[in-house]
């Protein structure tokens, strides 16, 4: 059969797999309107409500009407904005790192880093659960894929001693992207340094919310000066967009003369870098600490009201909160009903997710009402019960 965009498509229809986009009108905040229909977020990674903050959008307007609204070109080409090397600087003193460097995203960080970092020849040992930019940066790389079993440390040991050929990168989600649960950093720092390895986290879920002043996950497990590249990004809890890398002086040098994605990628404009600047300087304050008692007291609560209600969930403290489904279909009746209630919580399916573990992907946020989130509870109950999965 000729292969066209149209039996493409009616593969990935036919198994299920086909996905489209929702519209949603107005700000992203704890409630949203969807499909004209006012119903309750529980899907976004907004997780401290900074995505419609006025400090980020009044230092974000600020920025344009002082530095306009380009970059111009890559910062290798059209230069270093006073903007970035300020951010540089705000990131490397929240992370206590040496220096850090600003990526367009976190895929553009993980796509640009791990290529730098090894090639052909390399090997990388990467948890079965890592985000998907994470493998594409390490198919991109061309250095030898091993994966080892979600937070596995002693087949991670195993397989270390099997493949010890050229460098060695051990590459970790901090806080993993479907699943809510935290890598094992304390076990994988001390495989580091008995191999001879780099250490990377990707900590997309953590920054903002984990450790003290929201400082992430290796900070948590009192890891961060164990961790040669500590990824993070501005999308999420910190309500911008863009990512960075905390890392040492020299392992920056290097970033900066490998990484394609930095390279060859026009930087990020003034308006977002502002806007991050303004993040991560609320994340540090009293009022970032606010923000995650609410997230956290939000978190237990729908956690606990969940499993007194019968569902099982995964052990697990993050404001990521998965019910595990199974079949694709059925996950997707429940997400597509919830939206019907008045509810916003997507179906998660493969290749996001492996086969066989469909799931709803619940996420708190710190500006989450407590009365609509027990209402909330209540509606995937009945929900539940009608599609027989509780
Ligand atoms: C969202 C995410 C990314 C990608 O970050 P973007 O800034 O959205 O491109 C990378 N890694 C993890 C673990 C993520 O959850």
């Known amino acids: 059969m000729i292969r066209t965009v149209q039996n493409e498509l009616e593969m990935i229809r036919n198994r299920g797999l086909l996905r489209s986009t929702r519209l949603v ?3 992203q905040a ?50 270093t904005m006073e903007l970035h090397e300020r951010l540089e600087q705000a990131v490397a003193t929240f992370k206590k790192s040496e220096t850090a460097l600003i ?5 553009a960080a993980n796509t640009g880093i791990i290529p730098a970092l090894v090639g ?35 087949a991670l040991a195993r397989l270390m001693d099997e493949h010890s050929a050229g460098r060695c990168l051990i590459v970790s989600d901090g806080v993993f992207s479907m699943d809510g649960d935290i890598a094992p950093l304390k076990e994988l720092a001390a495989l580091k340094r008995s191999h001879g390895a780099l250490l990377m986290i990707d900590d997309a879920h953590g920054c903002g919310v984990l450790g003290e002043q929201g400082r992430g996950s290796a900070e948590l ?9 500590q990824m993070g990004t501005f999308g999420k809890a910190l309500g911008s967009f863009g990512a960075y890398a905390a890392v040492s002086a020299e392992l920056r040098d290097l970033l900066i003369n490998r990484a394609r994605s930095f390279i060859f990628s026009t930087s990020l404009p003034p308006s977002v870098l502002a806007a991050s600047q303004a993040a991560v300087e609320i994340v540090q ?34 404001q990521i909160v998965p019910l595990i489904i199974g079949p694709t279909d059925t996950t997707m009746q429940f997400s597509e009903a919830l939206l019907a209630e008045g509810l916003f919580a997507q179906g998660i399916r493969p290749p996001t997710v492996p086969e066989g573990t469909s799931r709803l992907r619940f996420t708190l946020m710190a500006t989450h009402i407590r009365s609509d989130l027990a209402a909330a509870v209540e509606c995937i109950c009945t929900v539940g019960r009608r599609l027989g999965v509780v």
Request: charged share 20%; with cysteine.
């Open 120 to 154: 052909r020849g390399d090997v990388v040992f990467s948890d079965r659960l890592n985000h998907a930019s994470i493998i594409d940066g390490i198919l991109l790389s061309r250095a030898r894929l091993v994966r080892y079993p979600h937070n596995d440390v002693h």
């Open 103 to 107: 990526f367009n995203s976190g895929h």
């Open 285 to 318: 304050a009293e009022e970032g600490d606010q923000l995650r008692e609410r997230l956290h007291a939000n978190t237990r609560f729908f956690r606990d009201s969940l499993v007194a209600a019968g569902f099982s969930i995964p052990d697990g403290t993050t």
């Open 25 to 27: 009108s107005g700000r």
């Open 30 to 79: 704890a409630r949203v309107i969807c499909n004209g229909l006012d119903v309750l977020m529980l899907c976004s990674n907004n997780y401290l409500g900074l995505a419609d903050h006025p400090a980020l959008a009044a230092a974000s307007m600020k920025a344009i009407e002082q530095y306009g609204t380009s970059s111009g070109a890559s910062r290798l080409v059209s230069g």
């Open 221 to 229: 497990l009192g890891v961060g000066d164990e961790v040669d590249i």
